[in-house]
């Protein structure tokens, strides 16, 4: 086994299919401010919801081997469809054969982890992708910590669209977060606790309060990916001592320097970040 203390050290990688995972990135930089980061965004293929397993696994693993290339020797997987459809092939086939040393980790375990001791009705939902959805990641991750919790979701496939092209403030999107909001509920009446199983979703958060009876708790992700990292790191001195701490952020994007700047606008409250457009392959 190669020393930590020998082993190259890197920024602390982030993907996202498109904008959402700055919802994530945001939360981390918050708790952990002091660590460097490099942002992935591979917007000119976005939405990965309804592509097939096969080719979100060939994207995700393109983004994690160019943020391998960029030294990181963590990535987290800031999106809940590459971390249903891809991140266990990644950690168990690609990791063994690349780099061993390195770690990829998801969004969908942190939630799992906790939301047992936020429910009290025991019946959760899941509003999140197509992709998301049929892959079953979240009840049976949650069924791992919760045994006895009833999980039912529901797909919205529009909402990340709503927000890509910052339309999720108009009066069409109370349509469709309302309609999804009530076959989800329709489903299950028990649910007390809705997870936002998608990393798009917090910036639709005020509709989604609004269509939400008021005893039903809404969880967005961010805050419990970043205690979850943290305490990884924590866990993990070696891998700790890999992950550069200098604050600094870089965003990488595969579609326009100035529309992933629009864009990060809304999803961070600012434009003055440095971005380069990059392809994937």
Not at 115 to 124: A, D, M
Not at 162 to 175: I, K, T
Request: hydrophobic share 35%.
């Amino acid at each position: 086994m190669i020393p930590s203390s020998s082993l190259p050290v890197g920024p602390i990688g982030i993907f996202d299919s498109g904008y959402g995972g700055l919802t994530i990135l945001d939360k981390i930089r918050e708790l952990m401010p002091e660590y460097e980061y490099i942002y992935l965004g591979d917007s000119a293929r976005c939405p990965y919801g309804p592509r097939s397993f096969e080719v979100v696994y060939e994207f995700t693993l393109q983004a994690v081997n160019k943020l391998f290339g960029l030294e990181c020797p963590l990535v987290i997987l800031a999106c809940n469809t590459a971390s249903a459809k891809a991140l266990r092939t990644i950690q168990q086939v690609n990791l063994p054969t690349i780099d061993s040393t390195r770690r990829v980790l998801g969004v969908i375990r942190p939630t799992a982890e906790c939301i047992g001791n936020i429910t009290h009705s025991k019946h959760i939902g899941i509003l999140a992708t197509a992709g998301t959805i049929k892959s079953q990641s979240y009840p049976m991750e949650i069924r791992k910590f919760f045994p006895e919790l009833s999980v039912t979701g529901e797909a919205c496939p529009l909402w990340v669209p709503l927000v890509e092209n910052n339309e999720y403030r108009s009066e069409g999107a109370d349509y469709f977060i309302k309609q999804h909001i009530n076959r989800l509920l329709n489903k299950d009446p028990l649910i007390d606790t809705i997870i936002l199983g998608c990393t798009h979703y917090p910036l639709l958060l005020d509709k989604i309060r609004q269509y939400t009876p008021g005893h039903i708790r809404i969880i967005a992700q961010g805050e419990y990916v970043a205690r979850s990292l943290r305490n990884y790191l924590d866990r993990h001195p070696d891998m700790d001592m890999r992950c550069k701490k200098n604050g600094n952020c870089r965003f990488l994007t595969t579609e326009s320097e100035s529309k992933f700047k629009e864009s990060a606008a809304l999803f961070l409250g600012c434009q003055d970040i440095k971005v380069e457009s990059i392809t994937l392959e």
